[in-house]
C-alpha cells in the first residue's frame, strides 16, 4: 500500500491574527501538514485569503511544512502560478470549477506543485474518476465547501470507499465535520488524509486530538492490508 495516514489542521478556524505562530503550533502538535482554505467569495459564500498571505506564511514557519491549497475558487486556472512562486507545495482544485482538468492538472504539475481534485457533496464520484490516474491525491467534501464548524456528512462515505476500491494507492482526503466522532467512518471509509479544523484547532489539547485521528487511520490501514 502506497499511501499512509496523515493529518492536517485546517487554519481556518484558527485566529487569524496569528497566523503563522498557530501553524506552528499545529506543526508542534504533530501535524503532518497544513491545510489552507482559499475562499473567493464567488466559488462559495466566503473569502478567506489568497497568494500573499502563503508567501508571508512561508517566510514565516520556513520550508518544511507542507502546504495543502484548497482552492475554492471559481477561476482555479488563475492561481496556480502565483500559489507556487508563494510556496505552495499542493494545489487541489474543485472540478466544478474547472472547465478544463486536465490542462489545468498539467499546469499544475509544470509549476512543480502536487494535483489535488476535490469534488462537492452534490458532485458524484464518477465524475472525478476519469481524472484520478493524473493526480496525487482526491479529496472528497463532508461539507458544502465555506465554512468551518459544519457537520459532518456520513453520506458522502461511498464515495471514498468506491475510490478507495477503485484507486487503491491513491490519496483520499476528507474535509469538513471531521474529528473525534466521526474519524472512524472516514477511516474505514478508506480515507488516509484527513483534514480537521475545529476539532484540532480548538481543542484545549490539539496534540493528543492529532494523534488519536491518526491513530485510527493507522489501525485501518493495517486492517486493510491484512485483509488483502
Ligand atoms: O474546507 C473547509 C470548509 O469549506 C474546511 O477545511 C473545513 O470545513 C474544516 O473545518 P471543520 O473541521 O471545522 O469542519
Redesign the pocket.
Known sequence: MAYTAKIGP?I??SDLSQLGRECERMMECGADYL?L?V?DGHF?P?ITFGHPMVECLRKAVGPNPFFDM?M?VSRPEQWVKPMAAAGANQYTFHLEASTNPGNLIKEIRESGMKVGLAIKPGTTVEELAPWAGQIDMALV??????????T?MEDMMPKVSWLRSQFPSLDIEV?????PDTIHRCAEAGANMI????????SVDPRSVIALLKDVVLEAIQKRSLDR
Do not use: I
Not at 141 to 150: A, H, I, K, N, R
Not at 175 to 179: E, I, T
Not at 195 to 202: D, E, F, K, L, W
Open positions: 485546517s481556518l478556524s491545510h482554505d475562499m462559495v466566503n484548497h475554492m467534501m463532508t461539507v458544502e465547501p465555506g465554512f468551518g464548524g459544519q459532518f474535509d469538513g465535520g471531521v474529528g483534514v480537521s479544523g475545529s476539532a484540532v484547532v480548538s
